[in-house]
């Protein structure tokens, strides 16, 4: 059963068709996966306020209804280092379409750039996906694929299935990512996606940024089922 600020979430979004990021990172929260600190300003005054908050250097993020894919529009501004720059950025976020606000996030230390989603199959169900991502997710196409639920031993096999796998293992001197943090963010992953089947087209949390420490999701994006949406992004702002 939905944890009910899940479900308020959720039905919030139907308007749209699919959950906007600070809620988005909300939901993941809530599920059990690390999200990084954040808070949403709707005015210059409010993210003066949380950047100190937070603390420089944070990036900001575009707010809007319409705008999915943030980076094809310039919604997201990296590296905010002093109030001064942060004003500059939230001059720039604020000239996009249908800007509600942005998103101030702490930046996140280097680490290996993951890919992990879920897509629903009208004929097998929900299934989940591990890769290596970041901006070159398309180019490596190196990927595993299970349905959920996971556990740790199927996560663990997920891994060795990447033909980058040595990387997250620590390869040439490179320590290797947590993956005991892996596991049980695949695990919390899983069960959400199986509390969502009825209400979710696919979801994207990339970049995953995993490091020593911890396994942190960067970005995300919640796609409804297109029955549940009572209007569209608007095409401008799409791929």
Known sequence: MLNKEISNILRDADGIGWVMEPEAKR?????????PRSREARSLEEALLYAE?????VVAKIV?????????VGGVITGIESDATLKEAFSRLGRLAGFRGVLLEEMVAGGVELIVGAKMD???GPVVLLGMGGTGVEIYGDTSLRMPPLDERVVQSMVKDLKAHRLLEGYRGTEAINLQELTQMMIA????????????ESIDLNPVICSPKRCIVADARIMLKAEDATAHVKTNACE
Do not use: R, T
């Not at 939901?27 to 999200?35: E, F, K, Q, R």
């Not at 809007?64 to 943030?70: G, I, W």
């Not at 992953?189 to 209400?199: G, I």
């Open 53 to 57: 908050e937070i603390g420089y250097p």
């Open 122 to 124: 009208y004929q097998f």
């Open 27 to 35: 939901m993941l929260s809530l599920a059990g996966l690390d999200v």
């Open 189 to 200: 992953f899983s069960d959400l996606v199986m509390q969502l089947e009825e209400q979710f």
């Open 64 to 72: 809007s209804p319409e705008v999915l894919h943030k980076s094809d």
